[in-house]
């Protein structure tokens, strides 16, 4: 299969220090699939599948519920989680997010680090849809 058939596909690498993380973003019609992965062994973390709605506080603003999947003893569900919703309210399709970053030996300041990256990598790619 012609994996071009499913729509633009957008890559984009960020590095800073012992961090680099690449994003790879997939349109599948009018869904979206998001790689994001890097550190020194990138892998399969967390899954996150996010649908947009109308918010239930105020459904003039766009909202998005998320479903996560975890693998054992791996953390990046809360990152999956969050850039999934994000990108799926502020597009208002849905949006499912894979995620692995290891990085071995990381300290507080890094992991800051990556969340800063991952956050301006949202904010690119939504100026650019």
């Known amino acids: ?5 499913c729509g633009k596909i957008t890559s984009a690498v ?13 349109d599948m019609g009018k869904d ?3 790689v994001v992965c890097g550190g020194e ?12 709605r109308a918010s239930l506080a105020n459904p003039s603003e ?7 999947l975890t693998l054992l003893g791996h953390k990046e569900d809360k990152l999956a989680a969050w ?11 849905n949006v499912a997010v894979l995620c692995g970053i290891h990085v071995n030996d990381i300290c507080k300041a890094e992991i800051e ?10 904010n690119e790619y939504l100026q650019t849809t």
């Open 1 to 5: 299969m012609d994996v071009t058939m």
């Open 14 to 26: 960020k590095s800073e220090g012992r961090i680099t993380i690449q994003f790879t973003a997939i």
């Open 32 to 34: 979206l699939c998001i």
């Open 41 to 52: 062994r990138p892998h399969l973390g967390a899954a996150a599948l996010a649908q947009s």
């Open 62 to 68: 766009m909202s998005a519920s998320v479903s996560v």
């Open 83 to 93: 850039v999934a919703k994000r990108i799926s309210r502020s597009i208002g399709a």
């Open 113 to 122: 680090t990556i969340r800063r990256m991952v956050d301006e990598w949202c």
